[in-house]
């Protein structure tokens, strides 16, 4: 776009200021002395002159000395004779000094023409950065085409529900006539919901790549300026762009930045111009036609707080769910991420999955590169399965710190700790087995952590093992308060967990028959829970709420005391196992084989009460 050129007062005077600057120092750098000709004149009688040049209208001098450090003299000639009578008189006299118009020309335009020529740079490069005002309702979309793309189907795995969903939207623009003989029409706009990192915006690219049609990518966010009516009209340019180029795809990447429902703030401004903005893209996705083939997909992570008239049917006709892959979409997510790195012979990807439950795709994708970077620092051939599980430690716990030193009486205090964990989970059933127990601090805060793996994926649980694992965290306070007789810090994080573990069995699952089958908290945001936004808004009478606080207290001190008993049935295997793992610093689940044996060797565990 052609830029337009405006004056400005302020630049032309630094300009002006600047050229007369440089003309002074061009005419103080020149080496001539300019001097009256009759100097010249005594300076040739003197003999101080060593060469002339002797030109129409002036002579140049150089001298045999140079004085003032200057080596040469300019003077302007005059006649022979007029020079004769003048200096019979004794008078001064010396030429009038004429310059060219065509070096007063030289000596303005060019420190004019250098200094213009460094502004132009200059501000082209802040034209970059800043962007160009004339075109800031233009929209920011970027356009890949399907070579630019390079994404197809076959490099999405794990989440073949969306797939199959997506496939026939790029059936619809590949063969709109057939797909569309029987009178059915290409939804206008497709929202892909699902957390963080699951692959959202990778199908997107996916559904582009296999139509082979051009892709509109852009942000949320990159629709809304400072400037009012920047939004709608960028959502304008968008959707005239995408009928220009049909058929084609509108991708929008984080769609709640944008679509955010209304009348959720109340402190306009910058809120009234997103509202705006919305309003344009409602208008936009009402106005568009299917048949020519522009297709809108977006994504989000947070559909709980979208505008309802956006979610209509007319606007997003299809949602489609992104969730975190189970362990057989895990296994072929592992497949794609895997062929580009050199892996040890006999590494099963259902191996890694097991290892990883919950993990999205990004970071499966992650742990990955991570597992590489382990088999890289060993200086090894091949990436092993023992590099993956350093490489899941790292991601769950965090990086060793080996550097940080504890005291004897601390670190005794973790042994105990964490084998009280360990002892605790290998003596209750349902509980995810121990694959590692170690004292060597990782991370933040964390001084030592016990790693249980799930067998299986989980999506439903008992009240009874939700009450074994709130056993399990609180095992470790239980070893310091029987070994040592005193509580320690140590324990704030297993305190907290239980707590809301607890909390949810009351509030959330009626599980407490005291409270009743009845759900008291308002429900969180489906896919972001983030923390510190405060506690879920509760509607219940203070004598209920005294209720909950007593059931919840319950729940945690029969867990506490569930874990005590047992420690107190196992205590030599307790102590002599925390001993050991003061020695060796850490337990591989060989390690944790005969302690498992001596566990379920001792005396009866305690029952679940209630």
């Known amino acids: 776009m052609d830029k337009k050129w405006h004056f400005d007062i302020g630049y032309f005077l630094f300009a002006l200021i600047v050229v007369l600057f440089l003309q002074q120092l061009w005419t103080a750098s020149q080496q001539a002395e300019v001097v009256p000709y009759s100097e010249f004149v005594s300076l040739l009688r003197q003999d101080k002159i060593a060469e002339v040049e002797v030109a129409d209208r002036y002579v140049r001098a150089t001298l045999k000395q140079p004085r003032d450090g200057r080596e040469q003299v300019l003077a302007v000639r005059v006649d022979a004779g007029v020079a004769a009578e003048l200096e019979a008189a004794k008078v001064k006299y010396a030429g009038a000094v004429e310059h060219t118009w065509l070096v007063t020309l030289l000596s303005w335009i060019v420190p004019m023409a250098i200094f213009f ?8 490069r802040m034209g970059q950065g800043l962007g160009s005002f004339m075109s800031i309702g233009q929209s920011k979309a970027k356009v890949f085409v399907e070579k630019d793309t390079k994404v197809g189907f076959a490099d999405v795995a794990g989440v073949d529900e ?14 709109p006539a057939t797909h569309g003989r029987l009178g059915a029409r290409i939804p206008k706009g497709i929202l892909i919901v699902g957390p963080p990192g699951t692959g959202k915006t990778l199908l997107a690219r996916a559904v582009a790549g ?26 304008r340019d968008l959707f005239a762009q995408a009928r220009a180029s049909a058929p084609c795809i509108i991708f929008v990447d984080e769609l709640d930045a944008l679509g955010r429902a209304r009348g959720i703030s109340m402190l306009g401004g910058g809120n009234d111009e997103k509202e705006q903005t919305l309003n ?8 568009f036609d299917t048949s020519i083939g522009v297709v809108l997909l977006a994504a989000t992570n947070r559909p709980e707080v979208l505008d309802p008239a956006l979610l209509r049917a007319g606007r997003f006709d299809r949602q489609i769910a992104v969730d975190r892959p189970d362990k057989n979409g895990r296994v072929a997510i592992l497949g794609v991420h895997l062929r580009k790195i050199k892996l040890e012979v006999g590494v099963d990807p259902a191996q890694i999955a097991a290892l990883t439950p919950g993990f999205t795709g990004a970071d499966l994708a992650n742990l990955v590169n991570e597992a590489a970077m382990v088999a890289t620092r060993r200086s090894a051939q091949s990436v092993s399965i023992e590099d993956f599980t350093a490489a899941v430690e790292r991601v769950i716990a965090g990086p060793e710190k080996r550097k940080r030193l504890l005291n004897p009486r601390e670190r005794s205090i973790v042994a105990h700790h964490e084998m009280g964990h360990a002892v605790v989970a290998m003596a209750l059933p349902d509980i995810d087995p121990i694959k590692k127990v170690s004292i060597i601090p990782r991370g933040m805060g964390a001084l030592g952590y016990t790693m249980q793996m799930p067998t299986e994926d989980r999506y439903l649980m008992t009240r009874s093992e939700l009450l074994n694992r709130m056993t399990v965290l609180l095992g470790g306070r239980a070893a310091e308060m029987a070994v040592f007789h005193e509580a320690t810090t140590g324990a704030a994080d297993d305190l907290q967990r239980a707590t809301e573990m607890a909390r949810a069995m009351v509030t959330r699952y009626g599980m407490e028959p005291e409270v009743g089958q009845a759900c008291y908290v308002a429900e969180r945001p489906r896919y972001l829970d983030v923390p510190g936004l405060g506690p879920q808004q ?4 203070n004598e209920t709420s005294a209720k909950i606080d007593q059931a919840v207290r319950n729940l945690v001190q029969q867990a506490f005391d569930r874990a005590t008993a047992i420690l107190d049935a196992c205590a030599a295997v307790h102590k002599q196992s925390a001993q050991r793992l003061l020695e060796k610093e850490t337990f591989a689940e060989d390690d944790l084989a005969p302690i498992r044996a001596a566990v379920s060797a001792c005396e009866s565990v305690p029952a679940e009460q209630g």
């Open 117 to 124: 020529l460094v502004w132009s740079l200059l501000s082209r």
């Open 162 to 175: 969306a797939k199959d969903e997506l496939q026939e939207i790029v059936a619809f623009l590949k063969e």
């Open 538 to 541: 509760t509607e219940t009478s």
């Open 280 to 287: 344009q893209l409602l208008s936009e996705l009402d106005g």
């Open 210 to 235: 296999e139509a082979g049609v051009p892709f509109f990518s852009i942000n949320g966010s990159e629709f809304v300026e400072m400037f009012v009516g920047v939004g709608a009209a960028r959502v």
